[in-house]
């Protein structure tokens, strides 16, 4: 059997899932400029009879790069996403139960896009243009420090009252009415400590800048869509701890339930996997 394969080519990432009869599907990425390391991956490891689903922005730049893989189709990216979480979220249950639940899904790339989930409904709610582009973007910006990897790295190292405003500050010396770690301001803290401000700072209040916007408008949608689950996935939380911790903190302040699945990062290229299952069936 020549198997199955998803490719999502977003802004940031190329992940590929492939699926070959009853083996562990094999997970795989490259940075989005690296397209041809990720055509010469394909014709190395999948099969010429593989049946292929490509999605995200870069899809089409791929796959005129594999012209020899006949069986492929093009999945529309809001369509992958939307399917590769139900289909994750299930395996999170061991069976349809997520599919059967109202929740609204939270993609966090290299922006963030916002749908809602219920049964066979995949809505699209919007989207807003900050995400894992944002951080690396801003940070480079900040202070030079471009690597995604490093980024994360460092950012439980910081610490984000270097450079942003926060509740304690505007209330000290007395006691805050909320938690004085809150941000009041992104970026606004108006001098510096005397240790100055580390990169591993920049990265800290961008990453908390993210989570922060992120999870206002995912739980703002929830509560319109009548749900309090509301569940993130996306490249943007893999490996990323700082953003899991703060993801998950301002969620439940927020007075809902985060989900971050494990397989979250690839929810497009699963989405696109199953949707050329479908198309080939």
């Not at 999948?46 to 292929?52: D, K, M, S, T, W």
């Not at 973007?137 to 790295?153: A, F, N, P, Q, S």
């Not at 301002?250 to 699963?270: C, D, K, N, Q, R």
Request: charged residues 20%.
């Amino acid at each position: 059997m020549s198997g199955y394969v998803g490719i999502d080519a977003g802004g940031t990432l190329i992940k590929m899932v492939y699926r070959s009869g009853d083996s562990e599907e094999e997970l795989v990425k490259f940075a989005a400029e690296e397209l041809e390391s990720a055509a010469s991956w394909v014709r190395r490891t999948i099969p010429l009879g593989a049946q292929i689903g490509f999605t995200g922005g870069r899809g089409n730049r791929l796959r005129d790069l594999l012209p020899e893989y006949a069986s492929a189709v093009e999945v529309p990216e809001f369509e992958a996403t939307a399917e590769g979480a139900v289909r994750i979220m299930q395996r999170e249950a061991g069976g349809q139960e997520a599919a059967a639940e109202r929740w609204v899904l939270v993609n966090v790339g290299t922006g963030t896009s916002l749908h809602v989930i219920e049964g066979a409904e995949r809505l699209r709610l919007g989207g807003i243009g900050l995400g894992g582009g944002t951080i690396v973007g801003l940070t480079g910006l900040l202070c030079g420090l471009r690597d995604y990897d490093e980024i994360v790295r460092l950012a439980p190292l910081g610490n984000r009252e270097a450079v942003d405003l926060t509740v304690g500050q505007i209330y000290a010396p007395a006691p805050p009415p909320i938690a004085g770690d809150l941000t009041a301001a992104n970026f606004a803290r108006q001098a510096p400590p005397e240790s100055g401000v580390l990169p591993q700072d920049y990265a800290a209040a961008m990453i908390g800048m993210v989570a922060e916007l992120v999870v206002t408008v995912g739980v703002q949608a929830a509560k319109l869509e009548r749900t309090t689950k509301v569940v993130y996935v996306g490249s943007s939380y893999e490996n990323n701890a700082l953003l899991h911790e703060l993801t998950f903190r301002f969620t439940e302040m927020l007075g809902a339930a985060a989900v971050i699945p494990p397989l979250g990062a690839y929810s497009g290229a699963i989405g696109a996997l199953h949707k050329a299952m479908e198309h080939f069936a």
